[in-house]
């Protein structure tokens, strides 16, 4: 009985280690789906597709809710 916990206790702190290898904690740029692989952002580009926007002459839309979802509506 004795032997076999000595056995075990190895076995099972390996099998928790592979186990933390494969769960790990993501920072926020995995999180985000962003890094390595990530799209590079030119600021330039971003500014000149924001300033070729008309931005003066736009209409407020309300999204269509789901159903049982509060609408914000008072009545």
Do not use: C
């Not at 206790?9 to 920072?27: F, G, I, S, W």
């Not at 999180?31 to 736009?58: F, P, Q, R, S, T």
Request: charged share 40%; glycine share 8%.
């Amino acid at each position: 009985m004795v032997a076999g916990s000595f056995f075990l206790t190895p076995a099972t702190a390996l099998r928790y280690e592979k186990h933390d290898r494969k769960v790990r904690q993501m920072n926020k740029e995995e999180a985000l789906g962003i890094g390595k692989a990530g799209k590079k952002v030119d600021m330039k580009e971003e500014y000149y597709k924001l300033a070729a926007k008309d931005l003066d002459n736009w209409e407020q839309r309300r999204v269509k809710r789901l159903p049982g979802e509060i609408d914000g509506i008072l009545e």
